[in-house]
């Protein structure tokens, strides 16, 4: 039987953590910040998710070879209203284990997921661990075939069952297709579906409907209009196809984020090299349920510049964490504020003379607010080398 690594850091003593609503001391109200977290090695931040009681706390998630500096683990920290860690664990084997994609499951369990070269059928794994509110690890779960898999997306059906969403290079005919699996509650596999054409195909994010249908966001070789273009299939409950699109230009597109407006309708969030910016912009394109485009705009400078993952406030306004090199000497976080109709409305950007990217953001309530005051971004930062987990919050616009 293959060990398996846990390393526990850090635990502020005395602190308890319980699934109720009791009034819990947390520290006075804070603004802006910009923090740092890591080990001597690289440890690159992926996602950052509202936790524990009133979602007051955060847990930050990624992967890192500080705990072993011949392979990466996955990282996860969580940390308090401040930014103070409260807890730092590592998950991983002998290889190298990435994590990719997490999903909150509002019932105090938390799933990550990726690759790892440390268990599985061979190559590379799907991999899939679900850890607690103490970050004690549940359960782990592999899926995969002789050559590689990779999970890049994670969402969970209203019975609790989830599907995940990634690559397949072991059961396609040829190159990567995209693959799903859905799963039982504890993570043992109901079925899997893969689709895809000649060239190299994927899926990275998923939203399920209340009917339990579901529309994966992807990128595609095989289809579209030239180059990678996103690529949308709205599927049933049992993963049969209703439909497929595609969306992009003569140039390349890549696929984050597919996300539920309030009106209803769907929102993406990606890069495109297309509309005269061959060296990537933000793009924001929304769609309503059938996959017809709404509207769609690019953002950013003559430089690179990517949108990574986008929230939406009350009054439908979206704010996008982004990376760019336009704005500075370096690549920077770049924080954009956009209309419901995509009109931009404000842009920022944070960073230092050091290489800063975001890929996650989350509305934040610190102190005693009880509305969103501030947003958190959540990536990296490299150093010259010493790359970091990097958190900052900042006031909303």
């Known amino acids: 039987m293959k060990s398996f690594r846990i390393a526990f850091l850090f635990l502020v003593p005395g602190m308890l953590f319980f699934g109720c609503s009791k009034d819990v001391a947390y520290p006075a109200a804070v603004g802006s910040f910009e923090k740092t977290y890591g080990g001597a090695g690289s440890d690159y931040g992926r996602s950052v998710s509202n936790y524990g009681p009133g979602g007051k706390e955060y847990l930050m998630a990624g992967y890192s070879n500080s705990a072993s500096v011949s392979n990466y683990d996955f990282l996860l920290i969580r940390a308090d209203s401040a930014g103070t860690v409260i807890w730092q664990k590592y998950y991983g084997g002998a290889g190298d284990d990435v994590l990719l994609a997490t999903a909150d499951l509002q019932d105090t369990t938390f799933l990550v997921a990726g690759y790892t070269q440390s268990f599985g059928a061979g190559g590379k794994d799907m991999y899939v661990i679900a850890v ?24 969970q059906f209203s019975n609790g069952q989830r599907l995940l969403t990634g690559t397949t290079q072991s059961f396609g005919a040829q190159g990567e297709d995209l693959y799903l699996v ?43 209009n030239g180059d990678t273009d996103l690529w949308l299939l709205r599927c049933d409950a049992n993963g049969d196809t209703l439909w497929t699109k ?8 890549e696929p984050h984020q597919i996300k539920m407006t309030p009106d209803g309708n769907l929102l993406i969030t990606a890069h495109t090299a297309g ?4 060296e990537h912009n933000v793009y924001l394109v929304k769609i309503d349920m059938s996959g017809n485009i709404l509207w769609q705009n690019n953002y950013g400078g003559s430089q690179h510049d990517g949108g990574e993952w986008s929230v939406i406030a009350s009054d439908g306004s979206i704010y996008t964490a982004a990376r760019s090199m336009s704005f500075g000497n370096m690549q920077q976080m770049y924080l954009l504020h956009t209309s419901s109709g995509g009109g931009l409305m404000t842009e920022r950007n944070f960073g230092s003379h050091h290489d800063e990217a975001a890929h996650s953001i989350i509305f934040s309530s610190p102190g005693n607010f009880s509305s969103p005051s501030h947003l958190l971004l959540f990536g990296e930062r490299d150093a010259d080398g010493q790359v970091d987990f990097f958190l900052a919050q900042k006031p909303v616009d």
């Open 275 to 278: 509309f005269g910016h061959p």
């Open 132 to 155: 607690n509110t103490y970050g004690t690890m549940q359960w782990s779960h592999t899926y995969g075939g002789s050559a590689d898999e990779q999970c890049y997306g994670i969402a």
């Open 182 to 224: 859905r799963t039982d509650w504890s993570g043992d596999t109901l079925w899997t579906k893969r689709y895809g054409g000649p060239m190299n195909d994927g899926g990275v994010n998923i939203h399920v409907f209340p009917d339990n249908s579901f529309m994966v966001l992807g990128y595609t070789n095989s289809f579209g």
């Open 246 to 253: 595609t969306i992009g230009t003569p140039g390349y597109e």
